[in-house]
């Protein structure tokens, strides 16, 4: 199970910083990552990170956002800085399958029931 929370209104160029929660066991052995879906758009990545550490971003979010983890707390955080009015939608935290997300089985993988950002201008 995934609980995301930090959620919420903020003006043009404001940050927020997101958590996302996960039960259960072995979370530092895989890849989380962070999703969004705007109103009539399809669901987009974000972030996400390896087990390792290493990470990737969406083109639009880069410079802007930076994920991290906290395996101790079994928590992944996405720090969302310099956000915009297109920055507005459902933010979802993804568990893959796997120690990273080109090794992940999608059988395994689990969403989050997501946090509304909305940015106004």
């Known amino acids: 199970q995934l609980v995301e929370s930090g959620g919420g209104l903020v003006q043009a160029g404001g940050s927020l910083r997101l958590s996302c929660v996960a039960s259960?066991?072995?979370?530092?052995?895989?890849?989380m990552g962070w999703y969004r879906q705007a109103a009539g758009n399809e669901r987009e990545l974000v972030a996400h990170?390896?087990?390792?550490?290493?990470?990737d971003y969406g083109d639009s979010v880069k410079g802007r956002f930076t994920i991290s983890r906290d395996n101790a707390k079994n928590t992944v955080y996405l720090q969302m800085n310099s956000l915009k009015p297109e920055d507005t939608g459902v933010y979802y935290c993804?568990?893959?399958?796997?120690?990273?997300?080109?090794?992940?089985?999608?059988?395994?993988?689990?969403w989050g029931q997501g946090t509304l950002v909305t940015v106004s201008s």
């Open positions: 993804m568990k893959y399958g796997g120690s990273a997300w080109w090794v992940s089985n999608r059988n395994l993988e689990v």
């Open positions: 259960g066991s072995f979370f530092s052995l895989v890849a």
């Open positions: 990170i390896t087990s390792s550490g290493s990470t």
